[in-house]
């Protein structure tokens, strides 16, 4: 006989601490999961970028190269790159296995905010200060980028990259589309700088939090609004935001300590998880299931939808 | 030795080979070279030579050192299963049986060691002996017993010794008399080498320099003068035993010679007052140290002035002063109160214009908070007039200016001098650095020009629009009327009056306080010019060379930002806040992406670019592109098949002018736009049927919706004719750089896509949807 179809379970949010993993790196500029989730990247600001297993929560690799602090790092769909950028200029190619570096690519004129592969990891991107966004061949030798998007009017904060889009936030307050299929870009007026872009895992919408203290979510092919998420604090840093894992909930850092997370929908707020007394700096979902990872000064927590009770062992590495 | 002697010569045995006899008459033979030499082992094989650190001879198997079978060194390998064991080499691993032959250098027989062997290293000698002595049958023999116990051999040191003349039994060192050890019995601290104990003073008598010399033999180091053998003399006792080992020197063992009648005397114990403990000398008999005499001449200096009774002896040229130098007497710092604390509260200090009357009056009773304006100044910052006032001084009534002192004509004479000055300070410098000023002939050029040039950008930021001057910062606030001027000076900028300056200068100050006004307003005019809207707001990037006459500009211009923050505002996100422009990626971007290429004909990467002359009146008319679909904000969500315009159609037909692609939809607002669209469309109506024998491919369609949105503008060169100069021409050359227009014929083809009714919608299927904003111009 058939079991019943089980109800659709109410989305659980991660708001059980896990674990914290104390980076001993200095200051943890950005938080990543890797493409499956099983691994963190962390982005310390003495220069080093690390490795980290999730599960025990213990170090894996430090990637040191970087002349200055490292900013952003992204992960290959296959875990066998890493590319980073740093506030040294340069954008870094790493073969993750021996730690060695795979590429240096200079070129921008200013610190390279963020960076992201595409979906191959046949280009990398690097947004940067300088306003540019460049696109680096990672299967050539050349050194040069494939193309300068230098549309933006300041310094880029935020890009991600689909299928065939190039999502990009800049300070000048517009969030640009480039599609690479239609030839076009759409330049979506925010009004105030942005600081962190991203798109729904269905992809068809983007999120843009910006220095308003707002994340919007827009329709990506229209740029109309659809949803409008405040409360949190968002002035000065830039922090990321992102989407849960099933495109219910929005999630935002917030300059007061806490993550906040919001109904997609209704546009409330679900939940305003305490993190910590100092600036949330940077947040990362789980592609699949609902576990988060926040960073705090030197300091990145695993949170999960269930409490573990072996995982309260905060390790040290 | 006795034995030897018995033995015949048959009982020697020879070692290593001998030389061969001389023959008188056999030529001398040549030395063998040293690559010829060669080296045989004990069985007649030839022994190679490997190098000093490679093995020496014949290293390894079968000297297989060095071949590729011999031995090479293990590489290190472990794994985790396979850990490597660690192995403890020792030095006969590395050696082979000729090390361990009675001659090699690890004998593995008992063999007399050095230290235990004969003076005279003579083993085979020993051996016969010992042979001898066994067959001699004399168990005692004294010899023998020595040879057993205590080997003959002497230590280097005594052997040194000896080759230095010295005897057995004979002391070493300079003679010490009796008389001398005696006047030191009494000492109680001895430093010497060695201290025997006083009650074995006559046994030793006829000293035996080993022990003499041997100072403490039983301490760990190396004593040159002590054998191994030694120690073993302990087997008779101790003769120490009763020695305390103490730090320092002590004993003289090389004082007396053994042979002589003091010898008795040779350990007196050596006392610490011997030695001198600091260095120099005592005072000699005179009282002179040399040239000065350090010593007295301090200590006396310090009681009393007799100090100037030198007592040394004074340098040729030199005399004694007559009168003692003054000493400074130095003050200590003044002892601080007892409640006193190093903290230093700084009160707060209150304008008294700000401050109601009552307030400031009681802050002044109590300890004068208030501030006070003028005594602050520096004299310079003071006025003539404010300096007058301080004084209480009446006005001076006389004339203000030399000038009146004059008579009228030579009034008249100075100022024609000073006009005619004036037109060619004016004539010198170039039209735009007009000296505002006259300014006094003692000026150099230069900083004539300098100021000239501050005092135009002053005007230039003050001139025009601006803020009003309730708004502007004071800076001479302190001084009401110094602030009085510069206003007036502020005023008159702000119309335009170039000589501001000099008419809003009080002319009753001095020439030099009128030049220093005349620098502070200019200056202050300058520094706090008002601040536009504009600058306040971003900077952003200057994508304008100064230099070109024409620019590259991107061909499609964003919309009014103002427009789209009011919409921002109204939360209205959407068609006003989205544009949508040409891009065009880089083709190995494409690829990269795994895309097709969007635009795949075209050589163009990123936005469109198109050059304009920077300062045409074509660049201040909004530009439109009645083709373009950017209004069309959810262009992307509709299926490429129900593309809005028209396709990417034959070659020829992509002809068309830079113009035609240029622009967006005009804003219907602008009236200047309503009247060219106006124009436009008329234009290309006309041209359109003029064109419309040669066409032969189908027109565009374009939805029903869009056409009431859309205008249709003529081709740019229309405009050219109408407002373009001659100038204009340059860019339009200029153009051909651009791949995808200069190959039409500029004259007539460039026409718009018109009133779409003209044009029955064909085939609008054939093509994708990227080409959205490629609309033919030519028709």
Known sequence: MAFPQPRPQVPQLPQHLLRTIECQQGAVRAVRFNADGNYVLTCGSDKSLKLWSVSRGTLLKTYTGHGYEVLDVDSSYDNSQLCSCSSDKTVILWDVASGQVTRKLRGHAGKVNCVQFNEEATVMLSGSIDGTVRCWDTRSRRYEPIQILDEARDGISSLKVSEHELLIGSVDGRVRLYDLRMGQLHVDFIGSPITCVCFSRDGQCTLSSSLDSTVRLLDKSSGEMLGEYSGHVNKGYKLDCCLSDKDTHVLSCSEDGHVYFWDLVEGSLTLKLPVGKAVVQSLSFHPTEPRLLTAMEGHVQVWGAEPEDTAKLSSVC | ?779
Not at chain 2, 48 to 77: D, I, K, L, M
Not at chain 2, 120 to 131: I, M, P, T
Not at chain 2, 320 to 336: F, G, M, N, R
Not at chain 2, 382 to 395: F, K, N, V, W
């Open chain 2, 1 to 779: 030795n006795m034995a030897s002697d018995e033995d015949s010569d048959e009982d020697f045995v020879t070692y290593g080979t001998p030389l061969e006899p001389l023959e008188e008459d056999e030529p001398i033979r040549k030395p063998v070279p040293v690559h010829e030499q060669t080296v045989k082992d004990e069985k007649g094989r030839y022994k190679r030579f490997h190098g000093a650190f490679t093995g020496g001879f014949s290293a390894g198997y079968f000297n297989t050192v060095g071949s590729q079978e011999g031995w090479t060194p293990s590489t290190f390998v472990s794994s985790r299963q396979q850990k490597a064991e660690r192995q403890n080499a020792r030095p006969e691993d590395f050696m082979d049986e000729e090390d361990f032959s009675e001659h090699g250098i690890a004998p593995r027989e008992i063999v007399t060691t050095e230290d235990f062997a004969s003076e005279r290293k003579d083993q085979l000698k020993d051996k016969a002996r010992a042979v001898s002595s066994l067959a001699a049958l004399i168990p005692g023999d004294p010899g023998l017993l020595e040879e057993l116990i205590a080997p003959a051999r002497s230590s280097i040191g005594v052997e040194l010794l000896r080759k230095m003349g010295w005897k057995d039994g004979q002391g070493v060192g300079p003679r010490l008399k009796r008389r001398q050890r005696k006047q030191n019995t009494d000492a109680v601290k001895v430093h010497g080498c060695a201290l025997l104990p006083s009650g074995s003073e006559e046994s030793e008598v006829g000293l035996n320099p080993l022990q003499a010399l041997g100072g403490g033999s039983e301490s760990a180091h190396i004593n040159l003068f002590t054998l191994q053998s030694d120690r073993t003399s302990s087997l008779f006792g101790d003769r120490n035993s009763g020695q305390k080992r103490r730090g320092g020197i002590a004993g003289q063992a090389f004082g007396v010679g053994a042979m002589e009648n003091e010898d008795a005397d040779i350990y007196h114990k050596d006392s610490m007052s011997n030695y001198d403990t600091v260095l120099g000398g005592e005072e000699p008999g005179d009282g002179l140290y040399g040239w000065t005499a350090p010593q007295q001449y301090i200590r006396k200096k310090n009681d009393s002035k007799r100090d100037v009774v030198y007592l040394g002896r004074i340098l040729d040229g030199f005399t004694l002063a007559s009168q003692v130098t003054e000493i400074k007497t130095v003050y200590p710092p003044p002892d601080l109160p007892r409640d006193y604390r190093p903290v230093h509260y700084f009160r707060p200090v209150v304008d008294s214009s700000t401050v109601s009357p009552i307030v400031a009056q009681a802050l002044l009773t109590s300890r004068g908070h208030l501030s006070q304006e003028a005594p602050q100044q520096g004299r310079h910052s003071l006025g003539s007039s404010q300096r007058r006032d301080m004084l209480g001084e009446t006005p001076l009534q006389g004339p203000s200016s030399v000038f009146e002192l004059l008579g009228s004509k030579d009034r008249e004479r100075l100022n024609e001098i000073r006009s005619v000055a004036k037109e060619q300070n004016k004539s010198t410098l170039s039209s735009r650095f007009q000296s505002t000023t006259p300014q006094p002939d003692s000026l150099t050029s230069p900083a004539k020009t300098q100021a000239s040039s501050e005092t135009q950008m002053a005007l230039n930021a003050w001139s025009g629009p601006t803020a009003d001057a309730s708004k502007t910062f004071k800076p001479f606030q302190k001084n009401p009327q110094k602030q009085a001027r510069y206003d007036l000076y502020i005023n008159k900028l702000k119309k335009g009056d170039k000589e501001a300056l000099e008419s809003s200068l009080d002319s009753s100050m001095t020439e030099w306080e009128r030049g220093r006004e005349r620098d502070e307003f200019v200056r202050a005019a300058v520094l706090y010019k008002p601040s536009n809207s504009s600058l306040s707001s971003r900077f952003t990037r200057s994508k304008h060379e100064d230099d070109t006459d024409s620019v590259e500009v991107t061909r499609d211009q964003e919309n009014d930002v103002d427009d789209k923050q009011a919409a921002v505002k109204m939360k209205m996100f959407g068609k006003l806040t989205r544009d949508t422009f040409e891009w065009h990626p880089e083709k190995l971007l494409c690829k990269r992406f795994n895309v097709p290429d969007p635009y795949p004909g075209s050589s163009t990467v990123g936005m469109p670019k198109i050059k304009r002359d920077k300062y045409s009146v074509f660049n201040f008319l909004t530009i439109t592109d009645s083709s373009h679909v950017s209004r069309e904000g959810p262009s992307a969500s509709k299926p490429p098949g129900s593309s809005t315009t028209l396709p990417h159609l034959t070659p020829e037909v992509n002809k068309k002018s830079r113009w035609d692609k240029t622009g967006k939809v005009s804003e219907p607002k602008d009236p200047l736009s309503a009247f060219l669209s106006e124009t436009r469309s008329e234009v290309s109506v006309a041209k359109q049927i003029e064109s419309d024998g040669k066409q032969t491919e189908p027109k565009t369609d374009e939805e029903e919706k869009e056409e009431d949105e859309e205008e249709v503008r003529p081709p740019m060169d229309l405009f050219k004719a109408i407002f373009a100069s001659s100038s204009d021409e340059k860019s339009s050359s200029s153009s051909e750089e651009d791949s995808e227009e200069e190959m039409a014929p500029s004259t007539s083809e460039p026409i718009q896509i018109s009133a779409e009714p003209l044009n029955p919608p064909v085939s609008a299927q054939i093509t994708p949807a990227p080409d959205i904003s490629k609309v033919p111009g030519i028709i």
